[in-house]
């Protein structure tokens, strides 16, 4: 058995929200009570309009804020362009890069997320690197390769790339109520926290963590939280109400 240390539960709201879901924000603070603090840390990845007054009213809360992408660049002409440096000016202190929606719609490839975790590192935030099979991956039995793929073309391997967070989401599990076995979600995981020790170094870092996500909800997040080698979860759809969020959280199993 490993250790279990305090659970790391991350919620992307993705492209949901308008300022008056701050009051959700609102309510997962004040439900963070000691228990919980105990048990895990909490961030929540609003969309990029909302993350400055999100962090503005996260102060003094303990819940951390969070951004969903970021550019690779601290400035210049990039029209429409965010960089890890102006989230950070606004109270983020973590950022998704490489989720599977991005690596779909946007073309992102594997060079491209390893770019935006250095550049999240550059300013001083801790990236959320998402890797994860499609589903014909996973019929074909190629769900190891392809994480270790994405892992080798996405994790900067370097002395300076920590702290560091991945997330296992298969492409399959996101928003389709599907998620893999309890075996299989062990497997992957340990196999992502022996590749991690290979790319960086295998010193026992709390400051590396591998997170499931894929259709985690109240009434699955205690089992797959207490399973070895998951560190925490990454929650899309059951992150939007602060009573959903707030029973993972509390799903979490106390650190030994
Ligand atoms: C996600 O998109 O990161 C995710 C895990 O979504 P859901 O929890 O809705 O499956």
Redo the contacts with the bound molecule.
Sequence with gaps: MTAKPRSLIVG?W?MNGLRRSLAEIAQIAQGYDAKLRRDCELIVCPPVTLVYLAAKDAVGSRIAIGAQDCHIEASGAFTGEISAEMLADCGATTVIVG?S?RRSYNAETDGDVKSKALAALRAGLMPII?VGETNSDREGGHTIAVIKRQLAGSVPGSADSEPIVV?Y?PVW????GLTPTHADIVEVHRFIHRELNALLGSHASPLRRVLY????KPSNAKDILALEYVDGA?????SLKAEDFLAIARAAPAPR
């Design positions: 992307n993705k989720h929606e998402c997330a989401e599990a996101i928003g389709t996500g894929g259709s985690v990454l929650i899309g759809g059951a």
